[in-house]
């Protein structure tokens, strides 16, 4: 008889989120409460607000995951919980609410780690054949390229030198004055833009290795918008709604050229025969036409995680299984590590 159900939680950055998640992968709830509204009109995630809203919204929504999945406190395995990496107060109140939920309900604690689950949103959407592969992490706070034998095991073979693909997104947006979340405001002002109507660079994309820069990227887009402080003379046309379009569809357009680019390296330095992509900026529709068209002509497989496993959520922590199976547990006094843990 397998074991039944865990219920893992998610609350390293601005989505509180509670899901259940069966002992074959299968998730028979999943349920995310997004602070997006909360946050707007700052432009971007403020830590404070992020945890109050946390600590108001977590026992809801776990509530409400046990519910949709129709299981009780009794029939559960254990008790799964982000612990890094993310804000730290954010991640706090997750942990809390598991570590307190552990005791309580005298069930083994599972730690699991924000990046590792990015990617193991494509083994719970495609499967075990989804490993061997190479990994991409495509989020707000990452941009890392993953060399991944099993579901297990993930070594960081590559990752952005400055700023995350996201980051990079969220702040074009800003300077474009396009509403926060940056990502899905670009995406949208892009449709109606044209991607090759401003030349902008493509940052180390032809250099050897496995390594993209979003920084010189997002200078560039700045200047095209706003004007180059070094060449005053030379005015920025007017910023007005076709040209605001036409800036978020070349960036967008560069920004996935760079991407599409490096996994090319990747699946070359790797020889791995799938691609595994997760992380918020997967949900990017040009980045998914541009790794489908990448994957077919490398007769590589594209395992990319479905889109409501992208954008940061609980389901994806389905990865405590792994350690659940291998007997790795937390103590109860375990902490949470803000930065990355390699
Ligand atoms: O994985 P995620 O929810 O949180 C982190 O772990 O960082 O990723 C959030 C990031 C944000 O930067 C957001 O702007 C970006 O993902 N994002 C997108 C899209 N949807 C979300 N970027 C580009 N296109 C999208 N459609
Ligand atoms: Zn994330």
Known sequence: ????PLLAIESSCDETAAAVIAADRSVLSSVV???AALHERFGGVVPEIASRAHVERILPVIREALAEANVTPTDLSAIAVVTHPGLVGSLLVGVTAAKTLAAVWDLPLIAVDHLRAHLYACRIAY?????PACGLVVSGGHTNWYDCPDAVRATLIGSTIDDAAGEAFDKVARLLGLPYPGGPSVQQAAEHGDPTAVPLPRPMMNRPELAVSFSGLKTAVRYAALGNPNSPEVPAPPLGERRIADLAASFQ??????LV???DLALKQTGRPTLLVGGGVAANRALRV?????CERRGVRLCIAPMELCVDNAAMAGLAWESFERGEFAPLDCDVTPGLVR
Not at 127 to 131: I, V
């Open 1 to 4: 008889r397998s074991p039944g």
């Open 33 to 35: 409460s997004s602070q």
């Open 253 to 258: 357009a560069a920004a996935v050229d760079v």
């Open 261 to 263: 680019g490096k996994c």
């Open 290 to 294: 541009g790794l489908t068209d990448l």
């Open 127 to 131: 499967g075990e054949e989804a490993f």
